[in-house]
């Protein structure tokens, strides 16, 4: 599986923007969907945009909906996320992670399968303060 590694977090005001970005580490080409998450203290990790590789169609949780913009980079072999207008519940530990055998609903990358996602990095950590 692919290891995965997401650098481009911290701190910044409210409505303020962020872009996050994720490469793989040991050089395997990005395929399938990559994912987005983010997870705080005490709670479980959730997904937050999803994105299917080559087609390039998305999913983004209602939370982060016309604020957060997933993309990818064929040539770079990056998949980031562009976050504006960020609110104090966005705070949180943001991963991505890749699921090599994902489904699609409609043409979009399901939802339904966070538990298929792999190569986790050590996240990168995004404050908000108001």
């Known amino acids: 599986q692919v290891q995965l590694a997401e650098s481009g977090g911290g701190s910044v005001q409210t409505g303020g923007s962020l872009r996050l970005s994720c490469a793989a580490t040991d050089g395997r080409y990005l395929s399938g969907c990559m994912g987005w998450f983010r997870q705080t203290p005490g709670k479980e990790r959730e997904g937050v945009a999803l994105i299917l590789i080559g087609a390039g169609t998305t999913y983004y949780d209602d939370s982060v909906k016309g604020r957060f913009t997933i993309s990818q980079d064929n040539i770079k072999n990056m998949v980031y996320l562009e976050m504006n207008a960020l609110k104090s519940e966005d705070a949180a530990m943001y991963y991505c992670?890749?699921?090599?055998?994902?489904?699609?609903?409609?043409?979009?990358?399901?939802?339904?399968?966070?538990?298929?996602?792999?190569?986790w990095g050590q996240g990168t950590q995004v404050t908000v303060s108001s």
């Open positions: 992670a890749a699921n090599s055998q994902c489904t699609t609903i409609n043409g979009n990358p399901s939802p339904f399968e966070t538990y298929r996602y792999r190569g």
